[in-house]
């Protein structure tokens, strides 16, 4: 009787399966790494810290900072320098840290070229002039703190009677809720392009391609084995990621998981017709990984996986949004924390699958087996 | 019925012209040993043979089919070995001859069969990335034989290595010879090896055949060997020649 395990389209599968989880860098690159990367920047832009800003003053004359210094900052070494530091409280806002080092004009620009120092106060005949970089916007944002502060030195108040700060609670507003979908996107993708173009420009160059040709092996049963593998372990990397995404930051899919899956094999659809388009011809590794890294770092730069495209030129949008990674990130940002549903994705599913299968297409077409 | 039939085939590469016009005939349960000196056109007129080369003309039939109308057919009756495959590192040598098996629809006793008959019994658990040179072109020549292959194509099967490993490579050919039931095309820049396994010995050089026939036949007293022989129809020592590139 034929057994299951004869049949070659398992075998490929199989051996696929074994291939990947005996490479170690492959469970580093592709489980721990995302989840590491997410916990770093995860912490650090949802933990609320001591924001510390470094003030160089240059002085002519006497100014109201002395005074105020005089009243409401102690003596400390910053960088090895003589400073004072002003502690302001703030509950709401977190707490905010100046550090004054008093310095000549020459050794002040040269600390804020180096990035030491935020900004410089000097003075004209004892009036007070502020020294930044105007298109800096942590420069600009210590100048309104510091201007805010000596104009009401006994502290920071972020209520007036007028109007009133009220810190946002909702699901899905933290920089780890933008985070997190962006991350499984462009892992997604990242696992793509390098388990799928990279193995078969590898297997043609050793020549393992030519060999599995000359027997009665179906070609088609070598890419499926190849793109099913990969997708399942794009599965569990995705839901690794979101598991401690969940465990550490109690990260939640506030909208259709259905439409989430539909979504996710899109992006597998996608990147896959990408995938074997970019490795249809090459036997060269060198040129591989240059196809590899000309397609992914655009995306990774311009899709909004760290932080939001709508910081690049409004002419741009319009591009970065047809990219396939903004798509899928943007797809799956509706999803984690807007709620989204069938009408969100639709749209983008279909775009992504009949692009991937397009590129798979020509790939094919095009495809080198030796 | 003729195993293979080459008619006039010619194959170039860009301004490099490999084979430049050779026909053959093999008969069944031969063993040929094409001979001949790095860039001689051994492997292109092989490759065109096993079917994973065109021919730019001329025509190649196996078993009376060509590739063109019969490729499905043939590849389940032929074996090959080609001159450098690396197979998957991180693959054990059992799982590799699966993998192929599973192409012929064959079961897991077949592997088993020719790691026995390749002596890799002891290794069949090793990652073939561990193998030695050796025991790599025994693994070779295992998924070759998977599929009780009526035509076997080796290309340089023993070239890189050592006297011993070659010895044993032999004795494995010879035991497939005594069968009777395989036709081998072999093709060698190693004298003694085509003297030890072949009974039909092809000289090639430059892309065309120079010399054919049975070792016997072929000897006088200029030449008492094959090295002496390819020098007085040359001018020139089998192994001198540089490799020509091909793409």
Redo the contacts between chains.
């Keep these: 009787m034929k057994s299951f395990k004869n049949n070659q389209l398992f075998q490929l599968t199989f051996t696929q399966f074994l291939e990947t989880i005996r490479e170690p860098e492959v469970l580093f690159w592709g489980m721990l790494f995302p989840v590491l990367i997410s916990i770093g920047l995860g912490f650090a832009f949802t933990q609320q810290s001591e924001a510390k800003f470094q003030v160089m003053v240059v002085e002519q004359n006497q100014t109201k900072i002395d005074t105020l210094l005089s009243v409401y900052a102690h003596p400390s070494r910053i960088q090895g320098k003589p400073a004072e530091t002003w502690k302001v409280k703030d509950e709401i806002l977190g707490n905010t840290e100046f550090n004054f080092i008093r310095s000549d004009w020459r050794s002040a620009i040269v600390s804020l070229k180096r990035g030491e120092a935020d900004l410089i106060v000097g003075d004209t005949l004892g009036r007070l002039y502020y020294h930044f970089d105007p298109h800096n916007s942590q420069a600009q944002l210590v100048y309104m703190k510091l201007s805010a502060l000596l104009q009401s030195p006994s502290g920071v108040t972020s209520n007036t009677d007028e109007a009133e700060i009220k810190p946002l609670t909702l699901k899905g507003v933290r920089y780890i809720d933008f985070l997190i979908p962006g991350l499984i996107a462009f892992g997604l993708m990242s696992s793509i392009l390098w388990g799928i173009s990279y193995t078969i420009i590898e297997r043609r160059s050793q020549k393992l391609l030519r060999r599995m040709v000359a027997t009665p092996m179906k070609k088609s049963n070598f890419l499926i084995a190849l793109m099913f593998v990969r997708i399942l372990m794009n599965f569990v990397e995705a839901l690794i990621l979101f598991f401690f995404a969940w465990l550490i930051f109690g990260i939640q899919i506030q909208g259709n998981i259905g439409a989430l899956l539909v979504l996710f094999l899109a992006g597998n659809i996608a990147f896959t017709g990408i995938a074997v388009l970019i490795s249809c011809h090459t036997s060269k590794t060198e040129v591989g990984t240059g196809w590899i890294n000309a397609v992914q770092m655009p995306m990774m730069i311009l899709s909004g996986v760290f932080f939001s495209y709508h910081n690049f030129p409004e002419w741009s949008i319009g591009i970065i949004r047809a990219l396939p990674l903004t798509a899928l990130t943007d797809g799956f940002r509706s999803i984690f924390n807007e709620g989204g549903g069938w009408i969100e994705i639709l749209f983008p599913s279909a775009v992504l699958s009949v692009f991937g299968v397009a590129c798979f297409l020509i790939g094919l077409r095009r495809f080198k087996w030796f | 019925m003729l195993q293979i039939e080459v008619k006039d085939v010619k194959k170039s590469f860009k301004d490099v012209q490999a084979v430049r016009g050779i026909s053959l005939a093999i008969e069944r349960g031969e063993f040929v040993a094409l001979l001949g000196p790095n860039g001689a056109g051994k492997t292109t007129l092989v490759e065109m043979m096993?079917?994973?080369r065109t021919p730019d003309s001329g025509e190649i039939r196996i078993q009376e089919k060509t590739w063109q109308k019969n490729e499905?057919e043939l590849?389940?009756i032929?074996g090959?070995s080609?001159q450098?495959?690396?197979?998957?590192e991180?693959?054990t040598v059992l799982?590799?001859l699966?993998?192929?098996?599973?192409?012929?629809?064959?079961?897991?006793d077949r592997a088993k069969e020719v790691i026995a008959l390749t002596g890799l019994e002891n290794k069949q658990k090793s990652l073939t990335g561990t193998l030695s040179g050796g025991q790599r072109q025994r693994l070779a020549l295992a998924?070759a034989l998977l599929?009780h292959p009526e035509i076997l194509f080796l290309d340089e099967p023993t070239t890189g290595l050592d006297p011993h490993s070659r010895l044993d490579l032999w004795n494995i050919l010879k035991k497939l010879k005594d069968e009777g039931r395989t036709t081998l095309i072999l093709t060698t820049h190693y004298m003694e090896e085509a003297e030890s396994l072949c009974d039909h010995i092809i000289i090639v050089d430059e892309g065309k055949i120079i010399q054919e026939g049975e070792l016997s036949d072929m000897l006088d007293e200029n030449s008492h060997n094959l090295d002496e022989l390819f020098i007085n129809l040359t001018g020139k020592k089998l192994n001198d020649i540089d490799e020509i590139v091909q793409k």
């Design positions: 096993e079917g994973l499905k590849r389940k032929i090959l080609l450098e495959t690396r197979f998957s991180k693959l799982e590799t699966r993998l192929f098996a599973s192409f012929f629809d064959l079961a897991d998924v599929n």
